[in-house]
């Protein structure tokens, strides 16, 4: 059974970077039954999708944070990243990995959540 | 982009009523069309997919309709556990997705 684990620094610094890496286990990131997204939750608000990669490296990103996005993938570990820089208040939230299965597009399993603080 | 939207925000209800959510997509999304459950400090729960397929392990009180532009979930009898956050996801645009603002249902 697959099961996303994120991981990473629960507080960053306003300008700087923040990073998060999703380790998939229970399967591998290369199988084609799915793709792999993150989606972050800020404080008492709703879900936003921030990307999606496939295990091949082509990735998709959210119009309002393409230019401070990058989503990688390491298939030799079974991981996925997420690097966002120049990181504000507003960066703040709980981030989700997920999977998303091929044939129905609907995201079927999930991380736990990683809360990140930007702040000084 | 396709934009999302759900009524009402939030709703108070009781054990037992039937429970209806809508949701609506800014553009014609044809099926492509999920909904989550959320309970409060934990991951999002997939429900349904295409619009009226019910996740595997999912009871069968929940039901999904809609196609286009309009959408619902519907809780046939509500459960104590049902009291949570739904979202609707549009995956017209995958791998691009939108998610709705969600609808909170309270005990009442």
């Known amino acids: 059974q697959l099961q996303l684990q994120e991981s990473g620094p629960g507080l960053v610094k306003p300008s700087e970077a923040l990073s998060l890496t999703c380790t998939v286990s229970g399967g591998s990131i290369s199988s084609s039954d799915y793709y792999w997204g993150w989606i972050r939750q800020p404080p008492g608000k709703g879900l936003e999708w921030i990307g999606t990669i496939y295990y091949s490296g082509s990735a998709y990103y959210s119009p309002s944070l393409k230019s401070r996005l990058t989503i990688s993938v390491d298939t030799s570990k079974n991981q996925f990243s997420l690097k966002l820089t120049s990181v504000t208040a507003a960066d703040t939230a709980v981030y989700y990995c997920?999977?998303?299965?091929?044939?129905?597009?609907?995201?079927?399993?999930w991380g736990q959540g990683t809360a990140v603080t930007v702040s000084s | 982009d396709i934009q999302m939207t759900q009524s009402p925000s939030s709703l108070s209800a009781s054990v037992g009523d039937r429970v209806t959510i809508t949701c609506r997509a800014s553009q014609s999304i044809s099926s492509y069309l999920n909904w989550y459950q959320q309970k409060p400090g934990k991951a999002p729960k997939l429900l349904i997919y295409?619009?009226?397929s019910l996740q595997s392990g999912v009871p069968s009180r929940f039901s999904g309709s809609g196609s286009g532009t309009h959408f619902t979930l519907t809780i046939s009898s509500l459960q104590p556990e049902d009291f949570a956050t739904y979202y609707c996801?549009?995956?017209?645009?995958?791998?691009?997705?939108?998610f709705g603002p969600g609808t909170k249902i309270d005990i009442k």
């Open positions: 295409a619009a009226s």
């Open positions: 997920a999977g998303a299965a091929a044939g129905t597009d609907g995201m079927d399993v």
């Open positions: 996801q549009q995956s017209y645009s995958t791998p691009r997705f939108t």
